[in-house]
């Protein structure tokens, strides 16, 4: 009889790791601060300049080499975070001439400003990058079987988050009905209660969640399932559908090339890729609202699905979603915005299109 021995592996905390990037940022301002001013006679406001956009730099190399873990992103481009960590710097120094204005000693001013810094900076990288596509999937994957429903209620979830839901389920209804035409075979990948079908279209539901699946063939939403941990492993036909469709599921996806491929194998040669992700661009109206959903949800109502923000390791703006789409042999056909919050776009593979 073969022995199973349970690896475990220890992984040092994520805190632990944010908190060290903070001190030795932190322990790095103060110090240049101090030195350009005492040693140098340099300005204080300039010393402190210096000292904060040095901090920042600091801190875009320390998390770019220090993953805590591997579905951690870099959500900013260097020249974007170059601009944001020149106004945080110019910020910083405004911080300190208003304490000095008003006769705080320069140490204690330097203290007060440090400590600002490191409340907001922690915020935002808690919003910017605790994402796990693993940790939300577990969440996920036990959730009660009419979850997605419960969503568009108004007595269990918010009037705006009523509206949202079924607002998109109902565009996402109409989109796919632009494209399906009947004897069409189809399947919707992470589908859950596949609440967009209202017509009742025959098609494939595939998703990790069995009471969601089970739940969406009772109510007719799907003709029939297959409960998958892995999307870039289907199990279905090779070339055997004309409509793929993905609603809100890439951006929660790690590895989304094999994903993207896989729907390529499973998709006619004239078949067509639908695909609805968050129009997710850094403080646009879904970062925000998200974002403090995730909050609330997170750490008021005790959600852990949304402390780790779902799941949603991947941001998505037009260019974006184009270049992942093209990187994996698709061609984006068409993409629009709906409600200033979700992008709605069609695509078909491009081996196909340019034997055409």
């Known amino acids: 009889m073969t022995e199973h021995v349970i690896i475990h592996r220890w992984r040092h905390p994520a805190v632990l790791i944010f908190l060290l990037g903070g001190f030795i940022g932190a322990f790095l301002n ?9 040693k140098f006679g340099v300005n204080p406001l300039v010393a402190f300049f210096i000292g904060t956009f040095l901090n920042q730099a600091f801190h875009y190399v320390y998390y770019y080499v220090v993953y805590v873990n591997k579905e951690m992103r870099m959500r900013t481009s260097f020249p974007i975070h170059l601009f944001m960590s020149f106004w945080v710097s110019v910020g910083s120094a405004a911080m300190l001439w208003f304490f ?28 910017a990058t605790f994402s796990s596509a693993k940790i939300a999937e577990v969440e996920y994957k036990e959730m009660n079987e009419s979850y997605y429903e419960d969503h568009t209620d108004e007595t269990k979830v918010s009037k ?7 607002s998109r389920y109902e565009r996402l209804t109409k989109f796919v009905m632009e494209h399906f035409k009947k004897g069409m075979k189809m399947a919707d990948l992470g589908c859950g209660n596949c609440l967009w079908n209202i017509h009742q279209l025959p098609i494939i ?56 491929q896989e729907v390529s194998r499973i998709l006619k040669d004239k078949g067509t890729f639908l695909i609805t992700v968050p129009y997710d661009f ?38 974006r979603l184009r270049e992942a789409l093209e990187r994996n042999g698709f061609v984006l056909e068409k993409v629009f915005v709906v409600n200033g919050l979700l992008l709605y776009a069609s695509a078909r593979k491009k081996a196909f299109l340019n034997k055409a």
């Open 30 to 38: 103060l110090g240049v601060t101090l030195l350009l001013t005492q």
């Open 100 to 127: 000095l204005q008003n006769n705080w000693p320069l140490l204690n001013s330097l203290l007060a400003c440090l400590t600002i810094l490191a409340l907001s900076n922690a915020l935002l990288n808690r919003i």
């Open 160 to 166: 705006f988050r009523a509206w949202y839901h079924r």
């Open 205 to 260: 539901g595939i998703d990790i969640n069995k009471k969601m699946l089970g739940w969406a063939k009772k109510h007719k939403r799907i003709k029939d399932f297959k409960v998958c941990s892995d999307l870039a492993k289907t199990g279905l036909k090779t070339k055997s559908l004309d409509i793929v469709l993905m609603s809100e599921v890439l951006e929660h996806v790690f590895d989304q090339a094999e994903v993207l």
């Open 282 to 319: 850094f403080m646009g109206p879904f970062f925000i609202l998200f974002n403090l959903n995730c909050l609330y949800m997170g750490y008021i109502r005790g959600s852990l699905y949304h402390k780790y923000r779902c799941g949603h390791i991947h941001h998505f703006t037009k260019k």
